[in-house]
C-alpha cells in the first residue's frame, strides 16, 4: 500500500527566504503527484500537478519536481511571503491502488 | 474555473441523527470523492463513484453511505451519526482517472 510521507510537519521562516517542501512515496508506481494549498479551514487548492513522465512542473515562484526512482518531490518556494502561510499537501496517484494517497502536510509560516 | 459546492460550511448534529452532506460540482466531471480530514491522520478516503449511481468504498466506509442520482451531484450520508464522526469533510472531483482533483472548502461536522 502506497505510504506518503511529508517532512517536515512546521517549518517557520523570514518573509523573503526560499524554502523547499519535501515529500516522499513508497511504490514508485505512480501516474503523478500533485501539490496542494490548504488554508486553515479551507478546503485544498491544487498548485501543480507533474505526470509520471515529467522531471518538474513551474508555475510564478513555484517549483515541483520529481524524482519517480527514489520515491521523492519537492516543492521550491521563491522569495516567500506572508500570503504564502498555509499548509502544503502533495498527494500522489498511485497505479497499484488506483487511487490517491496523501501525505499528512507541512505547515508553512513566513513571517514578516 | 471548476466548482466544487458543499452546502453547509459547518454542522452541528446530535448523537443518532441522519445527516446529510451535499456536494455539486459544475465541470461535469466523471469521478466524484468524499474524504475525511482528522488532526494526524490526514485526508483518508470514505467513497468515491466514477459514474452516475455507480459507487466504490474508500478506506473508511463504515457508517456512512453515499448517494449519486445525478452526475453533479454526490452525497455522503450518516446513517447515525456518532461522536467519533466529528471532523472536516472534503468533497472533490476530477474529470477522469489521473486528472487535477478539484476540492470544495470543507464541511465542519460537529456530533454531540
Known amino acids: 500500500k502506497q505510504e506518503v510521507t511529508q517532512i517536515p510537519a512546521a517549518l517557520s521562516v523570514p518573509e523573503g527566504e526560499n524554502l523547499v517542501l519535501n515529500c516522499s512515496f513508497t511504490?514508485?508506481?505512480?501516474?503523478?503527484l500533485q501539490w496542494f494549498r490548504q488554508d486553515p479551514g479551507k478546503g485544498l487548492t491544487s498548485l501543480l500537478l507533474i505526470q509520471s513522465s515529467q522531471r518538474e512542473q513551474t508555475s510564478g515562484r513555484l517549483n515541483a519536481s520529481l524524482d519517480k526512482s527514489s520515491g521523492r518531490s519537492t516543492l521550491y518556494i521563491a522569495a516567500s511571503q506572508p500570503g504564502d502561510s498555509a499548509t502544503y499537501l502533495c498527494a500522489v496517484y498511485s497505479l497499484n491502488n488506483n487511487d490517491m494517497r496523501f501525505g499528512a502536510g507541512t505547515r508553512l509560516t513566513v513571517k514578516p | 474555473d471548476v466548482k466544487v459546492t458543499q452546502s453547509s460550511r459547518y454542522l452541528v448534529k446530535r448523537t443518532g441523527e441522519k445527516v446529510f452532506l451535499e456536494c455539486v460540482q459544475d465541470m461535469d466531471h466523471e469521478n466524484m470523492f468524499w474524504y475525511r480530514q482528522d488532526p494526524g491522520l490526514g485526508l483518508r478516503l470514505i467513497y468515491f463513484?466514477?459514474?452516475?449511481?455507480?459507487?466504490e468504498k474508500g478506506d473508511i466506509p463504515e457508517g456512512y453511505s453515499v448517494s449519486r442520482e445525478k452526475k453533479e451531484r454526490f452525497s455522503l450520508i450518516l446513517e447515525s451519526a456518532s461522536t467519533n464522526q466529528t471532523s472536516m469533510y472534503l468533497c472533490?472531483?476530477?474529470?477522469?482517472?489521473?486528472?487535477?482533483?478539484?476540492f470544495g472548502n470543507g464541511t465542519r461536522l460537529t456530533v454531540t
Open positions: 463513484s466514477y459514474d452516475v449511481k455507480m459507487k
Open positions: 511504490d514508485s508506481a505512480i501516474y503523478n
Open positions: 472533490a472531483s476530477s474529470e477522469q482517472w489521473g486528472s487535477p482533483l478539484h
